[in-house]
């Protein structure tokens, strides 16, 4: 059982490239969030999906898009990657809420801007 | 700003000493959850306690919850070298379900 896998662990871009970060999970989730993690900072929330062919803002959402097509995947964009957007990014997923099931997450993607 | 902050930032501590790290949120929440994530690794889901419940124990775990003033603490009993860890408490928010983390506690035993 694979559970949350993160794709891929690393990777080094140049200011004003784009990527896709790709989130899978085998679980049949509903909820999948993407985190970025910054030194002191805790993990802050980027954008979440409660279901397939949704998603919604979290706290820092600018300068990523994301897209939920599948329920199994879920996508994290960088159209034009700053160096601010260097961190370490975490994705996430979980059952309906009525469930007050806990969120497994991935192993992470250390994104490094230069 | 964040949902949830964690106190103290940092702990040390002896082993088989007892850790305690408080939570602050400000929103109204369905639950609360514990996570511990060892350096450069994911997090790890401790415990859970829900809205309507004051007190939870899971092993060495307790933790309780007052939704009168929005806080929780997380009580690690008899402390190990394992144990060292970053500790961060997340809540679900009522209305949009959103799953928000603090800044952590960085807990160190000393063997």
């Known amino acids: 059982n694979a559970g949350v896998t993160q794709t891929p662990k690393f990777r080094v871009l140049k200011t004003g490239q784009s990527m896709t970060l790709l989130c899978a999970q085998d679980?049949?989730?509903?909820?999948m969030y993407w985190y970025r993690q910054d030194p002191g900072m805790g993990l802050r929330l980027i954008h979440y999906s409660v279901g397939e062919g949704t998603t919604a803002k979290g706290e820092v959402p600018d300068g990523y898009n994301v897209s939920r097509l599948k329920k199994q995947n879920f996508l994290l964009g960088l159209e034009s990657a700053a160096p601010s957007q260097t961190s370490v990014y975490f994705c996430?997923?979980?059952?309906?809420?009525?469930?007050?099931?806990?969120?497994?997450f991935g192993q992470g993607t250390r994104l490094t801007v230069v | 700003s964040q949902q949830g902050e964690e106190d103290p930032q940092a702990l040390s501590i002896q082993e088989g000493e007892n850790a305690t790290m408080n939570c602050s949120y400000k929103?109204?929440?369905?639950?609360l959850q514990w996570y511990r994530q060892n350096s450069g690794r994911g997090l790890v889901h401790l415990i859970l306690i829900r809205s309507n419940e004051r007190e939870k124990h899971s092993g060495r775990l307790r933790v309780t919850l007052d939704t009168s003033k929005k806080s929780s603490s997380l009580l690690i009993t008899a402390s190990r070298a394992a144990d060292t860890a970053s500790y961060f408490c997340a809540t679900e928010t009522s209305n949009d379900y959103k799953l928000s983390f603090g800044a952590g506690t960085t807990v160190t035993v000393r063997a």
């Open positions: 679980m049949n989730h509903e909820y």
């Open positions: 929103t109204s929440i369905n639950n």
């Open positions: 996430a997923s979980s059952y309906f809420s009525d469930l007050n099931t806990e969120a497994f």
